[in-house]
């Protein structure tokens, strides 16, 4: 698992407040009747790669990424709206609690500042003090038994965050969907899901953590669940066809798991030979139907998804190119953390170009890089997160190199050496990059550019 920064519910403790049944009741209603139409299709990229979301993100130069206020507070949108970024990732609550979520007015003046917003939504693990968590009183995020079965270990970096089943139906009715929550679910105080409490409050779209949860499952964890950095694909283009149905320039970030689309394939394919049919012991086919046998008995039983959606050229198997296009045709954007300035540090860690060559550090980014490639060919712009302290003017002259410079300053040893990986630093140009450097790795607080002043982002809102 990689350190993917937490949503504020790390650190907030459970609410107290109580509503009044009258007022329950009225949001109830007004809530219900918020529920967004659907568009006639699904947006899809043209011949040229282009698409809405795309021509939303063209003049996106710069971003922001904030969670919550200092120490955990409530997040403030005034900072935020004073930042000089095009767009702006925060959590859909300033408390992270359901009844802490922001109002369409407070997302639409937010992005009166000139920002598309996103909406930070965790798929693969589940907090304590989300809308789904009805018992203040237990340490888990699911209350009822039939929740429960859905969580696994807990995440010993994060407290209170839970790794999920990702691939059950439960979890998935909680993320999106038409139906109502799961009826086990159904004590809220509405019954939309997670996505749909999004599109409604106004976002511009969503920033998808915890992608890399699959490797919790596969050979890299515990090894209970072979398909699952296939099953993680599945659900994210599940995500963005259903949002997208309902908003065609809605976006779909993902951060960090970047690997995903090359681990999906590797995971099943039994013999090596770059695809996935029924020559491979998970993948089975019936009546022309590609599917996961998980169970192994030549029959896709409840639990063991279709593959046919995948299956572009209905061949009766899955190439690379496939299931790449399953993956970047459905996302818009890729997050990333720590890819210039490594180490062991929670800020301030060296940057790349002063690593030694033979340093493992260096081989990590060759591997990041060479799948950031891929990115760069499917036109996917990447945003780049680093955590430099405000005093840090070394380490934040030397980001703003990355774009000034275009690698011309690298290590040498990342394009060379025994280790050289499958690309020139000419190609290392290619990444589209966004840059932001966040004073801390809580993201509860900003650092203005101009300045370098830490700026205290408290309680309130805009």
């Known amino acids: 698992m990689s350190q993917a920064n937490r949503p504020l519910t790390r650190l907030w403790g459970k609410s107290l407040a109580l509503m009044g049944v009258l007022a329950m009741v009225l949001a109830l209603n007004f809530l219900l009747s918020r529920k967004p139409t659907p568009i006639q299709a699904i947006a899809q990229r043209d011949d040229s790669g282009n698409s809405p979301s795309a021509a939303k993100l063209a003049s996106v130069r710069n971003w922001v990424y904030q969670l919550q206020g200092v120490n955990g507070g ?6 935020l709206a004073a930042y000089p970024a095009d767009l702006a990732v925060i959590d859909y609550s300033r408390d992270g609690s359901e009844g802490g979520e922001f109002s369409q007015a407070e997302i639409a003046n937010l992005q009166r500042s000139g920002k598309l917003v996103l909406s930070y939504m965790a798929i693969g ?3 304590t003090d989300r809308f789904y968590d009805q018992n203040s009183g237990d340490q888990d995020p699911f209350s009822h038994p039939e929740g429960r079965q859905l969580s696994t270990t807990e995440n010993s970096d994060f407290p209170g965050t839970f790794y999920l089943h990702y691939w059950q139906p439960p979890w998935q009715a909680t993320l999106f969907g038409d139906s109502p929550l799961p009826n086990w679910m159904q004590t809220n105080q509405h019954p939309e899901n997670y996505l749909s409490r999004i599109l409604n409050t106004g976002f511009d779209g969503v920033y998808l953590d915890d992608i890399d949860a699959y490797q919790q499952f596969n050979a890299k964890g515990d090894s209970t669940r072979s ?7 599945l659900l994210i283009q599940d995500i963005s066809r259903w949002a997208k149905a309902y908003k065609a320039d809605f976006l779909i970030f993902v951060q960090n798991g970047e690997a995903i689309f090359q681990d999906a394939l590797d995971e099943l394919d039994d013999n090596g030979d770059q695809h996935l049919d029924s020559t491979d012991l998970l993948i089975g086919r019936q009546n022309g139907n590609l599917f996961l046998d998980l169970n192994q008995n030549s029959r896709p039983d409840p639990g063991e998804r279709l593959l046919n959606q ?6 009766g198997r899955l190439s ?3 299931i790449e296009a399953a993956y970047f045709g459905s996302i818009d954007g890729l997050g990333v953390e720590d890819f210039f300035f490594k180490g062991n540090q929670a800020e ?4 790349i170009s002063l690593i030694p060559a033979q340093d493992t550090r260096i081989d990590d980014f060759k591997f990041t890089a060479e799948n950031y490639l891929h990115y760069a060919w499917w036109q996917i712009p990447i945003f780049s997160v680093e955590y430099l302290s405000p005093t840090n003017t070394t380490g934040l002259e030397q980001y703003q190199q990355v774009l000034s410079d275009q690698f011309k300053f690298m290590n040498p040893g990342i394009t060379t050496g025994s280790k050289a990986p499958a690309f020139s630093e000419a190609q290392l140009q290619q990444l589209s990059l966004r840059l932001f450097a966040s004073p801390s790795r809580e993201l509860d607080r900003l650092t203005f550019p101009s300045s370098q002043t830490d700026i205290d982002s408290g309680d309130g809102s805009l």
């Open 74 to 79: 409530s997040l403030n949108l005034q900072p």
């Open 125 to 127: 693990t589940a907090d």
């Open 227 to 233: 398909s699952a950095a296939l099953d993680m694909v």
């Open 310 to 315: 995948l299956d572009n050229d209905q061949n």
């Open 320 to 322: 690379q190119d496939e």
């Open 348 to 351: 301030d860690n060296p940057f």
